[in-house]
């Protein structure tokens, strides 16, 4: 079965900082996708980045890019100039490119930003 | 555009009440699924369904019930409720369609308290 984890129960970071969120998965699958998702407190799971494992190159969405080592099996978000609007719960999770489309979620990060 | 759609948001029940948690999606997904989120933990999946009249278990589906009648529809029932339910409950839905995989679409989840 596979796992996501995250080390990271909480990160804080200053207002047009940049932070990077880490996650590490285990798989024993070579095809599969890897998700950052963002909770805000309305609870709304939003989906902030996605990566296919075949793909080399990283993946981007304006202030979001990831670090995707595949080797080692690592998947870091990082946002630069952060905002008050980041704050939020990041969630990493991991799907086969295989059958149901089950989502494996890590524990989360609680992202802070002081102003 | 609707999307996910749960009912209630917000729902107390008595140790040993049974109820159903509703939800409905407007997207002609195949893909539905439940996920269970407990106090700063990721998601865990209980049910998903491939398509009407198809469920299967997840990774935590003790207490739980599902049915898939309709591609729209895939209610959670709770029998018997316990304390170690007192949860926020997300369902979600996706698809493959062409050869693509969809995103995963998610309510806006259902917070249950058992008391």
């Known amino acids: 079965a596979q796992t996501v984890t995250q080390s990271q129960p909480e990160m804080s970071v200053q207002e047009a900082e940049t932070v990077t969120l880490s996650c590490t998965y285990d798989t024993s699958e070579s095809d599969y996708y890897l998700f950052w998702y963002k909770q805000p407190p309305s609870r709304q799971m939003i989906l902030v980045i996605r990566q296919e494992a075949y793909k080399q190159q990283n993946a981007t969405e304006n202030r979001f890019s990831v670090n995707f080592q595949k080797a080692a099996k690592s998947f870091s978000l990082k946002i630069s100039d952060s905002q008050l609007g980041d704050a939020a719960m990041y969630f990493c999770a991991y799907r086969s490119a295989q059958g149901a489309q089950k989502l494996v979620f890590g524990q989360g990060t609680r992202l802070t930003i002081n102003p | 555009n609707a999307g996910v759609t749960q009912t209630p948001k917000f729902r107390i029940l008595k140790i040993g009440q049974s109820m159903t948690l509703q939800c409905a999606q407007d997207m002609n997904h195949n893909y539905m699924y439940w996920y269970r989120q407990d106090p700063g933990m990721g998601l865990k999946l209980i049910y998903y369904s491939v398509g009407a009249g198809i469920t299967d278990k997840g990774e935590v589906p003790n207490g739980y019930n599902v049915s898939r009648s309709t591609t729209e529809d895939f209610p959670l029932r709770l029998e018997l409720a316990a304390p170690s339910q007192t949860s926020v409950y997300f369902c979600?839905?996706?698809?493959?369609?062409?050869?693509?995989?969809?995103?995963?679409?998610f309510g806006q989840g259902t917070r249950l308290t058992v008391v």
């Open positions: 979600a839905s996706s698809s493959w369609t062409g050869g693509m995989n969809t995103e995963a679409f």
